[in-house]
């Protein structure tokens, strides 16, 4: 996104379309991995990238260059990725889960070690599906993303102490939650072990 120029800005705000054209080219798969990893499901991702540009094209008249464009864009995709993560999550909260589970639980042929890094995927997803959407949403700016605390605080507009507080409840959740999974693996070695 760092080639994407006041100038090209500029001609895009005023409807220019290989402006936007070029802006849509830089940014797409950014904006499209954000939004994957606040919903967890590709098509939902795919669908929700067009949104973004769609609010970033009819909005780009509104960016004033008070904030990066790319934290500009980040809070559109995050937003509008957690408005519609929420309206799924109500109407069909597990349904996105099942469908992978039994994409890869049932492939005979997947080979030994693409099922424990399968497991391994799973496992994460699960975790972090028990996590606020707060907490997902902060954890995964910071860990995936690489934002800094400041650049989360300005992509969500909330305080930067309320970015610390959210990160290290989610960290402390996921370590809990790992910490049970250990346990009850050591206990069914034991009782492997007993017979």
């Given amino acids: 996104m760092e080639n994407i120029t006041k100038d090209i800005l500029g001609l895009a705000s ?4 290989d402006s936007f054209e070029k802006i849509y080219r830089a940014a797409c798969g ?20 067009q949104d973004v540009f ?6 780009l008249k509104k960016f004033h260059f008070s904030s990066s464009f790319k934290t500009w864009v980040y809070r559109i995709a ?24 039994c994409k890869t639980e049932f492939n005979p042929l997947m080979p030994e070690d693409m099922e ?12 972090l599906a028990q996590l606020s959407a707060d907490q997902r949403t902060c954890l995964i700016l910071r860990t995936m993303e690489g934002l800094s605390y400041q650049e989360i605080a300005d992509v969500l507009q909330i ?20 910490e049970e999974v250990i346990k009850n693996e050591l206990q069914k070695s034991s009782e492997i072990d007993s017979y």
């Fill in 116 to 127: 424990d890094k399968e497991k391994n995927i799973r496992q994460v997803d699960e975790f």
């Fill in 78 to 101: 995050v937003n509008t990725a957690l408005n519609h993560h929420n309206r799924e999550l109500k109407q069909q909260k597990y349904q996105a889960k099942i469908e992978y589970d």
């Fill in 159 to 178: 305080n930067i102490n309320t970015v610390r507080t959210r990160l290290k409840r989610a960290r402390e959740k996921l370590l809990a939650l790992r």
């Fill in 30 to 49: 950014f904006v499209y991995n954000v939004v994957l990893r606040v919903t967890g499901n590709r098509e939902d991702a795919e669908e929700i990238t």
């Fill in 54 to 59: 769609l609010k970033v094209y009819r909005n």
């Fill in 14 to 17: 005023e409807g220019d379309i």
